[in-house]
């Protein structure tokens, strides 16, 4: 049997949201084993005279517990 934990991250990138989601889960990656998933939570922009400066995702990330 396996017990899972979820945790929530944000992360951002200036590209775009894809990019935010490769960027948070390369870096939860670097401290947490045995990721399984992650569901996109909320995505959200920040603009500047009417452009999209940075994009933003609020994700909660699935890893599996050592035994």
Do not use: P
């Amino acid at each position: 049997m396996s017990v899972a934990k979820v945790s929530e991250i944000s992360a951002t990138s200036t590209k775009s949201f894809e990019d935010a989601i490769k960027l948070g889960l390369d870096r939860a990656a670097k401290t947490l084993r045995n990721i399984r998933g992650a569901w996109i939570k909320e995505q959200h922009v920040r603009c500047d005279g009417g452009r999209i400066t940075e994009y933003q995702v609020n994700m909660m990330v699935t890893f599996v517990l050592d035994d």
